[in-house]
Antibody, heavy 117, light 110 residues
Framework: EVQLVESGGGLVQPGGSLRLSCVGSGFTFSNYWMTWVRQAPGKGLQWVANIHPHGDEFYYVDSLKGRFTISRDNAKNSLYLQMNSLRADDTAVYYC??????????WGQGSVLTVSS | QSALTQPASVSGSPGQSITISCTGTTSDVGGQKYVAWYQHHPGNAPKLMIYDVSSRPSGVSSRFSGSKSGNTASLTISGLQPEDEADYYCSSYTNSRTYVFGTGTKVTVL
C-alpha cells in the first residue's frame, strides 16, 4: 500500500525557517517525481513545487521561488521542503504527493504550518 | 501562473447529474493533455478522480467523467450521491513544466 507521511510542521515566527519532511513507502520512491501542494485556511489548493526522481530537476510556483527549496533523499525515501523568510500568508496545510506520470495519484494527510508571532 | 477558473459552488439533488467547468488558457488546459480532477473532503487528503482529461483511476466510480473543449475542461458527476458532497479541484500541467490548480468548487447534494 502506498503511503506518504508528512512531518515537521508547527508554529514559526515571521521571518523564520522550517523544513517539512515526507516519507514514502509501499512503492519505489526513487522512480517517481514528487510534489508539494499547500492549502491556506479557507483557500483552495496551490501547487508549490515538484522534483525529478534523481533530484536534479525541479520546478516552483513563481511566487515562492527563492524562499522555498524542494529536495529529496532517495536512500531515505524522503522528500523535503525547506521554507525560509516565512510570512503569515505561508500558513497552510502542506501536502506531499506522488506524481504518477501526469497527475498526483497519492497524497499524504498533510502537515500544518502556522506562521505567527 | 493564475489559478484556473471554476464556479464557486454547484448543487444538485440525489440522482441528478452536475457538471463543473474549469477554464484556463492555451498555456495550460487548452494546450495540454494532462488535466486532472481531485475530490477533497476537508480534513482528508485530496483524491485523484480523473487524469489525462478523461481517464479514471482504478477504484473511482464510473459516475465520474471528464472532458475538454478548447481552454475549458469539465467534470460531470452522474447519479449524484450524498458522499459526493465535497470540494473539487481541477489541475493542469502547463507549458512551463509547472502545475496549476483551479479555484475549487464546492458541491452540495441537496
Amino acid at each position: 500500500e502506498v503511503q506518504l507521511v508528512e512531518s515537521g510542521g508547527g508554529l514559526v515566527q515571521p521571518g523564520g525557517s522550517l523544513r517539512l519532511s515526507c516519507v514514502g513507502s509501499g512503492f519505489t520512491f526513487s522512480n517517481y517525481w514528487m510534489t508539494w501542494v499547500r492549502q491556506a485556511p479557507g483557500k483552495g489548493l496551490q501547487w508549490v513545487a515538484n522534483i525529478h526522481p534523481h533530484g536534479d530537476e525541479f520546478y516552483y510556483v513563481d511566487s515562492l521561488k527563492g524562499r522555498f527549496t524542494i529536495s529529496r533523499d532517495n536512500a531515505k525515501n524522503s522528500l523535503y521542503l525547506q521554507m525560509n523568510s516565512l510570512r503569515a500568508d505561508d500558513t497552510a496545510v502542506y501536502y506531499c504527493a506522488r506524481i504518477g506520470l501526469t497527475s498526483f495519484d497519492y497524497w499524504g494527510q498533510g502537515s500544518v504550518l502556522t506562521v505567527s508571532s | 501562473q493564475s489559478a484556473l477558473t471554476q464556479p464557486a459552488s454547484v448543487s444538485g439533488s440525489p440522482g441528478q447529474s452536475i457538471t463543473i467547468s474549469c477554464t484556463g488558457t492555451t498555456s495550460d488546459v487548452g494546450g495540454q493533455k494532462y488535466v486532472a480532477w481531485y475530490q477533497h473532503h476537508p480534513g482528508n487528503a485530496p483524491k485523484l478522480m480523473i487524469y489525462d482529461v478523461s481517464s479514471r483511476p482504478s477504484g473511482v466510480s464510473s459516475r465520474f467523467s471528464g472532458s475538454k473543449s478548447g481552454n475549458t475542461a469539465s467534470l460531470t458527476i452522474s447519479g449524484l450521491q450524498p458522499e459526493d458532497e465535497a470540494d473539487y479541484y481541477c489541475s493542469s500541467y502547463t507549458n512551463s513544466r509547472t502545475y496549476v490548480f483551479g479555484t475549487g468548487t464546492k458541491v452540495t447534494v441537496l
